[in-house]
């Protein structure tokens, strides 16, 4: 067994960005994660906001398991899921001390303005129209926050 | 002309048609786009899931709609899910009976829904069975030893 590729393999996987899309959709979540496997990025998917914060290591039990989660470089939400929406989501994600820093993007399949100002005014990087198409993954990229820090965006060109 | 020829002329008529009778939407061929040798069946899985899908949302909303005290809330919920499941596939007709019937659920005119699903449901037979002949379409060309034709 060659352990000197397999070493290398475990290492491109980990400094590729770590995306957490999270909606309701089974059909929507999988689209998605292709989008961004597409764009040498590794996906968690999450079928709600409960589910997603317990991923970023914010359940209830976020007292006894420190820093359990994987370190996820951006969210990506939809905003309409029953329970806690994604609005709710990102509330939440703000007023954390520990995650707020990672940038999430809302998408939603309905173009309201009001609804757009709100995520933007919560401090949502992005309000994107679903459906998401490759085009608008690659931009997105920029967004994403890197394991190093690396201070304000750094876009990679497409 | 050789029978793999044929077969992909076929496909190539059978896809623009679909097209151009508004069956299909660009978000198909976006999902087509993705397919990869990594993942060679990625389309005919997100489809099988829409069907899957749709068949229980079009149960889900026969039986609310026959409640005797109907939850248009409820009735709007599950259209908003086939909505969006529709567009993010493509099956464009589909979703334009979609939002017709979100307004009758907003207005609670239960003559204007049960017309829609009717008429979702025609819709998304008509889907089923096209998109079921092309991905046959596709097998058969592939079997004869061909390469599936990339749309643009």
């Known amino acids: ?158 | 002309m050789d029978a793999i020829t044929q077969l992909q002329r076929q496909f190539v008529e059978y896809t623009t048609s679909l097209y151009r009778e508004g069956y299909l939407d660009d978000q198909f061929t976006q999902l087509q786009k993705l397919q990869d040798e990594s993942n060679p069946d990625f389309v005919v899985e997100v489809v099988t899931l829409f069907f899957e899908d749709s068949e229980k949302l079009l149960n889900n909303l026969a039986t609310a709609l026959q409640q005797e005290n109907i939850d248009y809330k409820q009735v709007d919920a599950h259209v908003h899910q086939f909505k969006g499941s529709s567009s993010s596939i493509g099956a464009q007709r589909v979703k334009n009976v979609c939002v017709v019937f979100r307004n009758y659920c907003d207005e609670k005119n239960l003559d204007g829904c049960v017309l829609c699903l009717q008429q979702a449901k025609n819709e998304y037979i008509l889907i089923r069975n096209k998109l079921e002949a092309l991905f046959n379409l596709e097998q058969q060309i592939l079997q004869a030893g061909g390469s599936v034709p990339m749309m643009a």
Not at chain 1, 30 to 44: D, G, Q, R
Not at chain 1, 52 to 70: F, I, R, S, V, W
Not at chain 1, 96 to 121: A, G, Q
Not at chain 1, 133 to 154: E, W
């Open chain 1, 1 to 158: 067994m060659d352990s000197s590729s397999t070493t290398v393999g475990m290492k491109e996987e980990e400094e590729k960005p770590h995306v957490l899309v999270v909606d309701d959709s089974l059909i929507d979540r999988k689209i998605m994660e292709k989008l961004f496997t597409n764009s040498a990025c590794k996906v968690t998917t999450a079928e709600s906001g409960q589910k997603a914060l317990e991923l970023l290591g914010q359940g209830e039990d976020k007292h006894t398991h420190m820093n359990k989660g994987p370190k996820i470089n951006l969210v990506v939400t939809d905003y309409c899921m029953p329970g806690m929406t994604g609005y709710d989501l990102l509330r939440k994600v703000k007023e954390s001390s520990d995650i707020k820093e990672i940038p999430v993007i809302v998408v939603s399949s309905e173009n309201v303005p009001t609804r757009i100002e709100k995520c933007l005014e919560e401090g949502a990087q992005e309000f994107i129209l679903k459906p998401l198409k490759q085009s608008d993954v690659k931009k997105l990229r920029c967004h994403m926050q890197f394991r190093r820090s690396i201070k304000g965006r750094l876009c990679i060109g497409a």
